[in-house]
């Protein structure tokens, strides 16, 4: 089984275009990953990409996605020592690479502002590889 942390712009990428992870995979976020997906919904909504009610239902959709939510003190201090050893400005960030060093195998960060923080910190992955095999009818294609 391999672990990926995914971030909300993942995750909402996964609930926008049907995908189902892999069911051999395991997904880690910070224990506030679905406010930070709704904080992205709201933004969508206001800036009249989506409606209110498609956003909704986006939320029911990343709420149902089984991922297992951390946010314990061995967890919260490898954040603060990343965010105080990359110069951060916010921990946001340095909880996903923590999770990421201590729970799992890969980062998965459409983010590009996360992506670039954990270049040369964890591994990262696409968001593909969460995805079951091509081939079997389970997903549509990544894009």
């Known amino acids: 089984m391999k672990r990926f942390v995914i971030d909300p712009a993942a995750l909402l990428h996964l609930a926008n275009n049907g995908y189902r992870p892999n069911p051999g ?7 506030s990953i679905r406010s930070a997906a709704l904080d ?39 954040a603060w020592k990343i965010v105080r050893e990359q110069n951060g ?37 696409p968001v593909s590889e969460l995805l079951p095999e091509t081939g079997n009818g389970n997903n549509p294609q990544p894009s």
């Open 25 to 31: 995979h395991q997904l880690v976020a910070p224990n």
């Open 40 to 78: 992205l919904l709201l933004q969508d909504v206001r800036d009249g990409e989506i409606t209110e009610p498609e956003a909704l239902e986006l939320h029911e959709l990343i709420t149902a996605l089984k991922i297992r939510l951390l946010g314990d003190r061995v967890s919260r201090g490898t």
């Open 89 to 125: 400005d916010s921990i946001r960030y340095a909880e996903y690479l923590a999770l990421t060093l201590l729970q799992a195998d890969a980062l998965v960060a459409l983010d590009p502002e996360l992506a670039a923080f954990a270049e040369g910190v964890v591994p990262l992955a």
